[in-house]
């Protein structure tokens, strides 16, 4: 079959349905970046590849029961948070501290590298300790690097009340690695 043309996620999904399967690569290599990053900030740097991997492993076992009532991102994206609940809950949540990638640690130069980690941990502890839709806009923005307008039509808010959930997630999270200090 000849290769696909720049189309919607609903196109590509109704031609993996009629098997095409080229769809779902396209598919792949179009939000593979956003949950790859969802998933950096959430679990240790060493389960980052292998979670993203099984969260599109799942994709493609369930694309065919998609009924497209949510867009293809929303759905990938609530099957993300769940491969990463489901993680934690094999590991047992409590015998490892969180930890933020380097990569989106802030850089130091000189720094120690074992502050650097402190922090990494801090960090990642401190998401999963603010509620659940203020760690999701703080995705949103950060992992995903939404703009605050993208943002309030993903979670069907206008544009304000988005922006004001930004600085109370932004808040609390302040509140949390200060807590932690």
Not at 77 to 104: D, G
Request: glycine share 2%.
């Amino acid at each position: 079959m000849p290769a696909l043309p720049a189309t919607s996620d609903e196109l590509l999904i109704q031609k993996f349905k009629e098997g095409y399967t080229d769809a779902f690569n396209t598919l792949y290599e179009r939000h593979l970046a956003s949950v790859y990053n969802r998933v950096r900030y959430l679990v240790p740097e060493t389960e980052i590849e292998d979670i993203t991997q099984e969260v599109f492993i799942a994709a493609a076992k369930s694309l065919h029961s998609f009924r497209g009532e949510a867009r293809f991102g929303t759905w990938l994206r609530t099957l993300t948070n769940y491969k990463v609940a489901e993680y934690y809950r094999k590991c047992n949540r409590k015998r490892e501290a969180p930890q933020v990638p380097l990569s989106r640690a802030i850089v130091y130069g000189d720094a120690n590298p074992a502050r650097i980690m402190e922090e990494r941990i801090a960090l990642r502890k401190a998401l999963n300790q603010i509620s659940e839709s203020y760690r999701e806009v703080i995705l949103l923005r950060f992992a995903e690097g939404l703009q605050f307008n993208e943002i309030a039509e993903q979670t069907k808010q206008n544009l304000e009340a988005t922006k004001s959930l930004f600085r109370r997630a932004m808040s609390a999270l302040r509140d949390q690695l200060d807590e932690s200090k």
